[in-house]
């Protein structure tokens, strides 16, 4: 039940707003710092990606706006009729998209391209909230973990048969919502290990290795039939036992299949990364954005080398430096001091999205904000890692920072339904 509100600005936190709005101009100014050159010095010549990143970030604002009009009961109301109109729309790319740099995952029309994986992240934050907040659903429920778990993973399959793993990747984000809803620890530590399996296929031999699980799985099964006075209760643990080894079997063999169906960009970038030992030159080509971008960090010093004057962005010398290393930018021009207070702007947006999050009335707007704090904290963390060498480079984008109207608007959708739905907590009655 609530009572209406009379003002769209009632209740809204500023101070998500105004991080938002900050997080949002810097990266402005740092992409035009990413592409300047003397020819086209307006920062708001529309010719330039920055002129149309402004165009971007007016969008935003509209779209923000239009999200705080809405009722907010419609977000509650329609979570899985969106969802499916997003699944539609990744089922579309794939028949109907434009292929850009291997990846069939964009509409194009004209000059305006939308990436509709981007948006998927909200559609799936709204429908696992409204999933996990229905009153008949048991987080301890076997089928509750499924349905959930296919609510994140289907639009993740679909995105990696456009053939964007790294953008299917911050799906998995989501499993720190459901950890928090009360889904077992134990679901993490099998992720671990699941994760810890999965690279140990990329670099050891797979009989090997499916001959090291066999051998554990037999010294378990022992060991518990050995010190088990139930007979039928380790029968059963045993099978269970072999159960996962079949699991884990069959796993490794599919990333051994996965990855090579991969991209060849995309497994030299894998392979340079688990250290493997390729040929020097291809390693060379492979880490070329990931050594330039810490040249241009390391360049910066403590106070960086100021606006406008950093020589490696200058001269273009960090591919996708406007995108996905935008933040090599920040590290050559502002130095530690800037690229410290940059961290510390995204990291209170998350710890502010989670706290808000936490006094919520609705069990619905808690899930929710949690899924938006995970999406934040996955983008900000890969994507600062891959500029510093401790991520992969999958290629996704940095919050309100990377060139790109799909991922800007679609991050203010994401965290915008979440200040509405904030802002409508004290309107309802427990």
Not at 309 to 327: A, H, L, R, W
Not at 368 to 378: H, M, R
Request: hydrophobic content about 55%.
């Amino acid at each position: 039940m609530s009572r209406e509100q009379k003002n769209i600005f009632q209740n809204i936190d500023w101070i998500i707003t105004g991080l938002f709005l900050s997080l949002m101009l810097l990266g402005w100014m740092n992409i035009y710092a990413a592409v300047y050159n003397d020819e086209h010095s307006s920062i708001f010549d529309i010719s330039q990606k920055y002129g149309k990143q402004l165009m971007w970030i007016g969008g935003a604002i509209i779209l923000a706006v239009i999200i705080l009009i809405l009722d907010a009961n419609f977000f509650t109301a329609f979570p899985y009729p969106i969802y499916i109109l997003s699944s539609i729309t990744l089922i579309a790319v794939i028949f109907f998209g434009t292929e850009i740099s291997g990846s069939k995952s964009w509409f194009r029309l004209g000059d305006f391209g939308l990436q509709p994986a981007e948006f998927g992240k909200f559609t799936v934050g709204l429908a696992l909230a409204k999933y996990m907040s229905s009153m008949d659903t048991k987080i301890a429920n076997f089928q509750t973990k499924v349905i959930a778990f296919f609510i994140i993973l289907f639009p993740a399959l679909l995105i990696i048969l456009q053939k964007e793993t790294g953008t299917a990747l911050v799906y998995t984000a989501f499993i720190f919502v459901m950890f928090r809803e009360g889904f077992s620890g134990n679901i993490m530590l099998g992720g671990f290990f699941a994760a810890l399996l999965l690279i140990s296929a990329l670099l050891v031999n797979k009989v090997v290795l499916v001959m090291l699980l066999v051998i554990i799985a037999l010294t378990v099964s022992a060991a518990v039939w050995i010190s088990s006075r139930n007979r039928k209760k380790a029968k059963n643990v045993i099978l269970g036992v072999f159960a996962l080894l079949i699991v884990a079997s069959g796993s490794v063999f599919g990333v051994d299949y996965a990855f090579n169906k991969m991209q060849p960009h995309q497994k030299v970038r894998i392979n340079v990364f688990l250290g493997k030992d390729i040929d020097k030159d291809i390693k060379k080509k492979a880490g070329y954005n990931v050594n330039q971008s810490l040249i241009a960090i390391g360049s910066g010093g403590f106070a960086g080398k100021g606006f406008l004057q950093g020589t490696q962005t200058k001269y273009n010398f960090v591919p996708e430096q406007s995108t996905d290393f935008i933040f090599c930018t920040v590290g050559e021009e502002w130095g530690f001091i800037g690229s410290t207070i940059v961290i510390l702007l995204f990291l209170a947006l998350i710890l502010r999205v989670i706290f808000i999050a936490e006094r919520q009335r609705s069990s619905f707007s808690r899930i929710y904000g949690y899924g938006v704090a995970s999406i934040l904290f996955f983008h900000v963390a890969v994507n600062v890692g891959m500029t510093i060498g401790l991520a992969p480079v999958i290629g996704i984008p940095l919050p309100f920072f990377s060139y790109g109207g799909s991922s800007l608007w679609a991050f203010t959708i994401l965290l915008f339904i979440f200040i509405k739905l904030d802002s409508n907590r004290l309107l309802i009655l427990r």
